[in-house]
């Protein structure tokens, strides 16, 4: 999603005459490195990162989720190996932002489910709850003691 709104943005502004000239060309240097990227990330990262930004010998990427954002952490010693090869700049630090993907109807909230317990198991909450002095966490283990699911 991200990806096909960069695109047709950098393309308005490529084209657009009012557009200063440095931008214009920060464009075309982050279009350099998205092909970098596309290169040498792992497949499962591919469609997740993005340039965002590349300013003072530091660039900023952009990814969806937090678990992108740690397994690029992984990758970045060959990321930068692979940059300082292939790209013509050189580059101090990247840093990465997370951008979560908006919600849509296609990608909902997920509801909160309720764990089912077993009897057992509510019954040993409610037993440790029971030799606990007085405090919130003995009044939170009974509360949970009671709580029963329609599934179990």
Known sequence: MFKLKFKKLSNLLKNNKLVPVSVKNNLTELAK???????????????HCFPLNIRKMELTLMVDSPAVHTKLRFTLPSLE???????????????????????????????????????????HIQSMADEMEP????????RLSKNKHSNS
């Open 33 to 47: 490195i998205e092909k970098i990227l596309q290169q040498f990330l792992p497949e499962e990262l591919k469609n």
């Open 81 to 123: 190996q692979a940059l300082q090869d292939h790209y013509h700049r050189k580059i101090n630090l990247i840093n990465i932002k997370i951008c979560p993907k908006p919600l849509t109807i296609e990608n909902p909230p997920q509801q909160s489910q309720r764990i089912a317990l077993s009897s057992e198991t509510r019954s």
């Open 135 to 142: 405090s919130d966490l003995k009044d939170a283990l009974s």
